[in-house]
């Protein structure tokens, strides 16, 4: 059975860090892109970073940069998101999505999602 399994949610206070992993059984991924994406209570689902299968291009929205990193490990088929200096409005739920190896941040891009992993930043 293919998955997409995300780790590393939690409570944090503002100006605290997560390390979030996304990793992928069933199949590899490696020649995809995988993307990092945000849903916050009441809103749509954003997209926050994503990274090329050959890791050379990453892509972040602008309410992040700076502050978090994606990163994969192919021969884990696992890819991460650390997240510095949060702030109270990075709350939410946090998904890792499969895409084609190009993918950018929209949510239309990518074919296959994970269950999704809660963070939650205490002001």
């Known amino acids: 059975q293919v998955q997409l399994v995300e780790s590393g949610g939690g409570l944090v206070q503002a100006g605290g860090s997560l390390r979030l992993s996304c990793a992928a059984s069933?199949?590899?991924?490696?020649?995809?892109?995988m993307g990092w994406f945000r849903q916050a209570p009441g809103k749509e689902r954003e997209g926050i970073s994503s990274?090329?299968?050959?890791?050379?291009?990453?892509t972040y929205t602008d309410s992040v940069k700076g502050r978090f990193s994606t990163s994969r490990d192919n021969a884990k088929d696992t890819v991460y998101l650390q997240m510095n200096s949060l702030k109270p409005e990075d709350t939410g739920v946090y998904y890792c999505?499969?895409?084609?190896?190009?993918?950018?941040?929209?949510?239309?891009?990518?074919?296959?999602w994970g269950q999704g992993t809660q963070v939650t930043v205490s002001s």
């Open positions: 990274i090329s299968s050959n890791s050379y291009r990453r």
């Open positions: 999505a499969v895409g084609p190896p190009e993918a950018g941040l929209e949510t239309n891009e990518y074919d296959f």
């Open positions: 069933g199949r590899t991924f490696r020649n995809h892109a």
